[in-house]
């Protein structure tokens, strides 16, 4: 069988594809688990700086495997146990990305569809192909999207959150970005390339900088404006306390490049 996930790392960004074109990449226990054990791999590998989530086929996710999930109804349980399992599991998942210390690029092209579109909405960026489309569309079989609406109402308007989740209906592209679902729109030829320009643009800033700022940036989020700048206060601390953002603050006065370590 082929890889679920695939890796390709090079000048410090790790590539991650979703591999099951077939079912459209659906999130199955399997390529839940793929992707968890991979993303725990990265996290703790200090050669990586930006990681890019991209994905084989006609569509970048189309939500969890339906197919799979119905098998389960012939349970003893009638499907109960393991569609909870299910879900717990790709919660974690979704989880691990904004809490991975290195950013999160998507790289979506054709649908990403309801856990798809949460994969979408849990990464740091995305950076979509012209014709690409966005929805939450479980609500259209009777199931309401709502786990997927965790990461939605966390990266975009509530109301049109609520639109799409109560509609069924896909957006494209161009509302995506409206709404800040997505970074940047380009042809379908350019999207690999721009997006690894994007991922290698952040992986030469400082990695211990990086990290800093990507745990701030979360924790911040969660907090009031008075709690926020006393914890962003304190990472600013810490990070201009690193031999090397003493390196690069010097080397900015005195212009020449940094050397880092």
Partial sequence: MPELVTRHDQDHVARLVLNSPANY????FEMIETLSSTLRAIASDDTVRAVILAANGKAFCAGHDLRQMQSARSDVDGGRASFQRLFDECAKMMQQIPALPQPVIAEVQGIATAAGCQLVASCDMAIAAEGTRFGVNGV???LFCSTPMVALTR??????????????????????RELGLINRIVPADQLVETTMELARTVAAKLPAAVRLGKRAFYDQLRKGLADAYTQT?????????LPDTDEGISAFLEKRPPSWT
């Fill in 25 to 28: 990449n659906a999130l199955s």
């Fill in 233 to 241: 206060g304190q990472t600013m601390c810490e990070n201009i306390m």
């Fill in 140 to 142: 259209n079989i009777g």
């Fill in 155 to 176: 990266a975009i308007p509530a109301k049109a959150a609520f639109e799409m989740l109560t509609t069924g209906e896909f957006i494209q592209a161009d509302r995506a």
